[in-house]
């Protein structure tokens, strides 16, 4: 057990909220009990999440994809309401962290899916440095690396093979990070990695050659969360789980 104001300061600094520039508010989003013993992790907080971790008896949950976000309405009705109202009638407190989960160099999002893919980045770029690039190890091909992407993942990505050289550097960005994909070509990679692709991607892709995978914005991120919280409970001596919501995007 542990107070939940530790738990939040704890996590601030581990996951370097501050030093990001982000869409929506990162930490506690909505309070719940004072105490915290046992955690539900998952990507979304959306109403399956919430309804599975009462299911539980979790009394906080930790999430990549909160609430709250830039330019919303702000008011409290509909869906919002629903699960804010599900929180708060069970007392459970919500955690929410966007960027910082993508970018620490261990336990976001971008490090484990790196684990899961036997990548290790050896740089950083883009936007904030949230892009990971590193050797592409044991790959000699787009084809190959969608392989490992679909075994890893379980899904087959959407592959733009670019003008098929060996592989030497890749990069990746989990999410929706498609628009990192100029940024990632100038960082030397000849493949890229993230979660959905746009229209401009494939022209980029067949001009330049360098590879294009988008391999599902749920999909890719569904390792930062987990870990972090694994982290929290390892650190507190706390009860976790991670519930996956199938979401096929």
Request: aromatic share 6%.
């Amino acid at each position: 057990m542990v107070q939940r104001n530790e738990v939040e300061a704890y996590l601030g600094r581990l996951l370097a909220v501050d030093r990001l520039k982000d869409y929506g508010p990162n930490g506690l989003q909505v309070e719940g009990g004072a105490q915290v013993r046992r955690i539900v992790s998952g990507v979304t907080a959306s109403r399956a999440l919430i309804e599975a971790a009462i299911a539980d008896g979790a009394d906080t949950i930790l999430v990549h994809h909160g609430l709250f976000w830039r330019g919303q309405d702000g008011r409290l009705t509909g869906w919002l309401k629903a699960r804010v109202q599900l929180l708060m009638a069970h007392d459970i407190n919500l955690f929410a962290y966007h960027l910082p989960l993508d970018a620490h160099a261990e336990l976001g999002n971008n490090a484990q899916l790196g684990l899961q893919l036997g990548l290790v980045a050896d740089a950083r770029f883009g936007e904030q440095d949230l892009g990971f690039i590193g050797q592409a190890k044991g790959l000699d091909s787009a084809q190959a690396l969608a392989l490992r992407v679909e075994a890893a993942l379980g899904r087959a990505p959407v592959l733009l093979p670019g003008d098929g050289r060996p592989l030497q550097r890749v990069a990746w960005c989990t999410g929706g990070a498609q628009g990192y994909f100029e940024s990632a070509i100038a960082a030397g990679a000849d493949a890229f990695i993230t979660g959905e692709i746009s229209e401009p991607q494939a022209h980029l892709a067949r001009e330049t050659g360098v590879a294009f995978l988008a391999c599902g914005h749920h999909a890719t991120e569904r390792y930062g969360a987990p870990a972090v919280a694994e982290h929290l409970a390892q650190t507190y001596g706390l009860q976790h789980r991670f519930i996956e919501i199938e979401n096929p995007a």
